[in-house]
């Protein structure tokens, strides 16, 4: 008794331990921004390119993108920049005059797919402190929709951030130290930010519209080793071909049943048919029925084909 006793005790100590072992990470998908929080902590002013690259490595797949939504004065934009350019975006931010940032989630929804988790949280806040032109935090509120894939290393596959209000706060101590100077106080009552983001990043998002389309070109000078007319004719070559190309169908070959010749006469009438019916036929059929697509398609055509994305938006 004492024996069975103990052993049940184990027992259900097992099953206590189970019920209070934490979530295993992979299910954290919130973790992630916590730890890319605090990487973005540790940043210093020696940071280089290749921190950011790390630092893209990390939390960004291969194949990432990164998309910010926003109205401005002149109406709604919309970026979307793809890995490459994610390390330099956020290095724009610190270069605009931020100090720290960090984003807060809060109710965001969770939802499990086959290789992907995606979180929705529709009470997002990116909070950034500014050191200079003058000492002012700004919270940038909107939603943020991740996706995040579904193994170990749980990287965001997609990154969209549409922001729908911004606040900038100056402490009081600072009014108070500058409450008799009027042109010190008019400085303070502008806004620094345009949407919560700095002007260096909007000037970046702008460039990317530019860059965006050209890695493909990018991509195909460093592969390649070919001159940028080179790599443009290319590309625009190959995008041509796209574009004429017939969609592929499967071609199904007719089935034709063979007949026993009865006797040499009945096969000679019926070869004769067949070469009448033949002629025929081919008188009926056009010359332009044999050429293909791609041949009645002037080259002329290639530099009228337009490269998509490269006009720049204000």
Sequence with gaps: MHHQHSWNLQISECIQAIHERHTPYMVQPEYRIYEMNKRLQSRTEDSDNLWWDAFATEFFEDDATLTLSFCLEDGPKRYTIGRTLIPRYFSTVFEGGVTDLYYILKHSKESYHNSSITVDCDQCAMVTQHGKPMFTKVCTEGRLILEFTFDDLMRIKTWHFTIRQYRELVPRSILAMHAQDPQ????????????????????????CVILEPMQELMSRHKTYNLSP????????????????????????????????RKNSTSSTSNSSAGANANSTGSKKKTPAANLSLSSQVPIASIARSPVSGCALRT
């Design 184 to 207: 010190v106080l008019d400085q303070l009552s502008k806004n620094i930010t345009r949407m919560g983001l700095t002007n260096f990043t909007l000037n970046y998002l702008r460039l």
């Design 229 to 260: 007319r080179d790599c443009l004719k290319t590309c625009l070559f190959q995008k041509w071909q796209r574009m004429v190309a017939p969609p592929a169908e499967p071609t199904r070959q007719p089935t034709t049943k063979r007949r026993k």
